[in-house]
């Protein structure tokens, strides 16, 4: 028997027959198994198709299945790696912000206790101890006062830089810096509750010459009556105590006891008939005239705007006035006086002005004295009734501080004192007006955090004041 080869389009044709053959009649392979299969593929090997029948008949549809299985689970591993990668991912993002959640937290804690600090320190500022007992005692308190307990550097409750960071600024220049030169009386009053002992010393030299002529002149050149002139050095030397109390942050009380010391040289020489030439040295001690005084602020400082204090003086005649020293038969004093010997009443309105870097102050007051009858015999002229010429006074300057230790001021005051109006004997005589002016210079240097040293120069520029006052002042006191 021979064998016949069919032709490639009739193999194929085979193939797919015993392909469709295997596909829509599973249930016929599986009746028949391989047996009939292999009849089949033995009784047509014409058309080739051993190979694709046995491997139908090794499993029924294994070629049709085995390959998209493989492709589909090789998809899922790969979205489960990528799920899991991303839950990594997650957890790790989880605990960083675990971990910056717990940062926060103490971040917090730290902001707590700082907050704690920072009014602990508010309310000792703001306590009725000045905060000036604490600055420069450390973290602890000073004087004898417990201050806040303030963490160290390196503790738990607080960070700080293990170096300086940034410059410190400018130290900032108050009021009361810039005005601690001014005059007395001009600068800021004195805190509620604080009282302040300020000594104070003053020197005093003045010199006189006058030339006076008693008589009638006919001509130019001759002259008949007495002609006296005087040659008068006079040094004096005053220390006061005075006592300041703040009654409140506006209104302030002030008592002063000066003590004097005074030594007068006086040369007299009048011509008579004859020449006569008199020396007379004068020494004088004892306690002057007391005073009070009232001061009041009316507004508060906002800005660079004025700040308006009201004054009220009120001196006393403690001291030995001038009709109670002696006088000998020409009426030339035998003693010298340390009080005026009345008493007078001075209302003023003094002002501050803030205008940066400097206070411009200034002020106005009127000097009242009240008239006393005397009724003293001084020689052999009866005195009876005095009214001393009242005074009106004006000062204005400006104060400025170089820094916190040291501050300078300078002004001008002027008084003008009307005349004195006095019953000698029968009649009533009228002095002269006089005008009294002189620059002030003022220097305060702090000594201490409490400690301010001032110094005070007034030179005089009319004919009737003195040459030069200079004038050392010290405060001392506080919260009582």
Partial sequence: MSNLSAPPVLRHMGVAAVGLSAVFTPSYAKAHETPALEC??????????????????A??????????????????????????EQR???????????????????????????????????????????????????????????????????????ALPDAPVGEAPPPSESTTERVAAVPEGQGVLTRAGNLIFEPSFEYTRSSTNRLVFR?????????????????????????????????????????????LYRNDRIEVVQQRDEGIVRSIALREDGVGDAEFSLRYQFNRPVGQKPIFVGTLRVKSDTGKGPFEVGYDEFGVATGLATGSGFWAVQPGLNFLMPSDPAVIYGGMA?????????????????????????????????????????????????????????????????????HVGSLNFGMSYRLTERDVLNIGFEIGVTEDAPDVSITLRMPFGGKI
């Fill in 40 to 57: 089949l593929c033995e009784a047509l090997p014409f058309l080739d198709t051993a190979p694709t029948w046995n491997a139908a008949a």
């Fill in 59 to 84: 499993g029924s549809g294994g070629v049709a299945e085995s390959v998209p299985a493989a492709s589909v689970e090789s998809e899922i591993d790969a979205q489960r790696r990528i799920i899991a």
């Fill in 88 to 158: 990594a991912l997650i957890d790790q993002q989880n605990a960083m912000l675990a971990e910056q959640r717990q940062q926060i937290v103490k971040m917090q804690g730290q902001l707590i206790t700082q907050q704690a600090q920072i009014d602990r320190l508010s309310s000792f500022a703001l306590a009725e101890a000045p905060l000036d007992m604490f600055r420069g005692t450390g973290m602890g308190g000073g004087q004898g006062v417990a201050g806040p307990a303030l963490p160290g550097p390196g503790s738990a409750a607080v």
């Fill in 215 to 259: 008589g009638i002149e006919l001509i130019p050149g001759i002259q008949i009556g007495l002609i006296e002139a005087t040659d008068a050095d006079r040094d004096t030397l005053v220390g006061t105590a005075s006592l300041r109390y703040g009654i409140s942050d506006r209104l302030e009380a002030e008592v002063r006891i000066p003590y």
């Fill in 366 to 434: 009127y000097l009242y004295h009240i008239p006393r009858d005397v009724n003293e015999l001084v020689g052999d002229v009866l005195i009876g009734r005095v009214d001393p010429g009242d005074a009106v006074s004006a000062n204005i300057g400006f104060g400025f501080a170089l820094n916190p230790r040291f501050s300078f001021s300078l002004g001008y005051r002027h008084n003008y004192i009307f005349p004195t109006k006095t019953e000698i004997g029968d009649t009533r005589q009228k002095s002269n007006y006089i």
